[in-house]
């Protein structure tokens, strides 16, 4: 494989994070190995904020106190999510990478072609470690047989699964005597905007609207009309844009028409002076966005003085409600002098239960991500918000559905997880806002930019050829 294509999917690794880059190591480094007395020192990179460095923390130190019969010590590097990709794409230059690392679906096949990931599937046979219990659609995102992802041995173990749900106000709704959405029966799109619509108006007389039914950021809220108007940004193989196709472009004209015909959104220039998401936070709007690493943050009543609850996006001609989703997972270096180890430990990060009870909030009270393990999210992690000692809302299924597709839900990856980047769906939001405040049609626009985003898109596929 060429080395731009290394470098080029080396910035792929997506989520969440924050943090401060510290520490160092690697699997190709004398920092790993054998020590004097036979004991290996391994090495682990991730990132997370300061309430997550302090969980994987507490989870790195147990599995080396159980293990002090075989690990000298384990060395922690974390980063920041806007650096991961960078420090991880220079470690592997340099044939350094630690015993575990970060890997998104998105770089499997790569990382393991370009012999930077070892398969975990021997060593977890060995050592009786069981996968059962893990979410198996987010699990098969780790699995590569050579040729196909999806399914052969096991490259990777999730971290996490997360979905971009939708959220409302329940006090907006209590306040204009409007009743719940049911998240068993997702609204239509036309539904949607007439409840919408009731929202919409001018609370304090002055001539201006300043409540709307919905805010919506074009990066991450566009996806959710495309897809279940059962349309795509890209073909099935990931190598040509379909944005000009009817069922594109009538997701993409219901989802303008949000703005410009029903005007039950700020308008480009609104959202400029005030930003959709600070909207939602000063309740003006009643629909906003919802993720799951956002659920503590909304459940503090300091940051969010209004009651709320998830529900589903409107669906349109599939009937479909849908969004996205995302993992990340831990992989084992191939260069690793002790993948046998390494593999332990990065099931332990994944699967250990008292880790999932602290990320997931049953311990700790603040849910970070939803459980790894289906019997811990079926069992322990619903009673504690049953019984009230986990503040989460009381439409958790909605994360589910999304994740599992239940019924009328559907949870995708964006089409930019599996493309060498993201540059052509870059091209698409960058000049959005232009059919947004009406000075282009959908038709002018998807005409101009179609033609760029095939380019930008031959152009990522040709440098990892």
């Not at 977890?124 to 047989?145: A, P």
Request: net charge negative; aromatic share 12%.
């Amino acid at each position: 494989m060429k080395l731009k294509k290394m470098l080029a999917l080396g910035m792929l690794t997506v989520m969440a994070v924050s943090a401060v880059l510290t520490g160092c190591g690697g699997g190709g480094s004398s920092s790993s190995g054998s020590s004097s007395d036979g004991k290996a020192t391994l090495s682990i990179f991730v990132y997370g904020n300061e309430q997550e460095q302090a969980i994987y923390t507490d989870m790195i130190n147990q599995f080396k106190e159980a293990h002090a019969d075989e690990v000298a010590d384990i060395e922690v590097q974390y980063s920041t999510k806007d650096d991961y990709g960078t420090t991880l794409t220079g470690m592997m230059t340099a044939k350094d990478l630690p015993d575990v690392y970060y890997i998104g679906p998105e770089t499997v096949s790569q990382y393991v072609d370009n012999g930077y990931a070892a398969s975990l599937t021997p060593y977890l046979e060995e050592l009786g470690l069981d996968t059962s219990d893990l979410m198996q659609d987010i699990l098969n995102f780790y699995r590569y047989d050579g040729t196909t992802t999806g399914q052969g041995d096991l490259y990777g173990l999730p971290h996490d699964a997360s979905v971009f749900a939708y959220a409302y106000n329940k006090d907006l709704f209590d306040k204009e005597g409007i009743p719940y959405p049911d998240p068993e029966n997702p609204y239509t799109y036309d539904e949607f905007v007439e409840v919408c619509k009731q929202f919409t108006k001018d609370t304090d007389s002055d001539g201006e609207i300043d409540q709307w039914g919905c805010g919506a950021a074009n990066a991450f809220m566009l996806y959710q009309y495309i897809w279940s108007n059962g349309a795509s940004f890209l073909s099935d193989d990931y190598k040509t844009v379909t944005i000009d196709t009817p069922e594109f472009k009538e997701g993409l004209q219901k989802y303008i028409d949000l703005t410009l015909t029903h005007k039950v959104t700020p308008t480009v220039e609104q959202d400029a002076s005030l930003g959709v998401y600070q909207r939602w936070l000063a309740g003006q709007e009643a629909f906003y966005a919802c993720g799951t690493w956002d659920v503590a943050a909304f459940m503090d009543d300091e940051t969010f003085p209004f009651e709320w609850d998830l529900c589903a996006y409107p669906t349109l001609s599939t009937g479909k409600t849908a969004t996205w989703c995302g993992t990340v997972g831990y992989a084992v270096s191939a260069l690793s002098d002790n993948q046998k180890l390494a593999t332990e430990l990065a099931y332990w990060m994944s699967a250990d239960t008292e880790g999932n009870k602290q990320l997931s909030g049953i311990t700790t009270g603040q849910s970070i991500q939803l459980p790894n393990l289906v019997s811990l999210a079926d069992g322990e992690f619903r009673d504690a918000i049953n019984d009230g000692s986990l503040p989460f809302p009381s439409n958790v299924d909605v994360f589910f559905n999304y994740l599992n597709g239940t019924g009328d839900y559907e949870g995708r990856m964006m089409e930019s997880t599996y493309t060498p980047n993201a540059e052509w769906a870059d091209i698409f939001f960058e000049g959005l806002d232009n059919v947004k405040n009406g000075s282009m049609t959908v038709d002018e626009y998807v005409a101009q930019v179609q033609p760029q985003m095939q380019d930008a898109l031959d152009n990522a596929w040709e440098s990892v050829e």
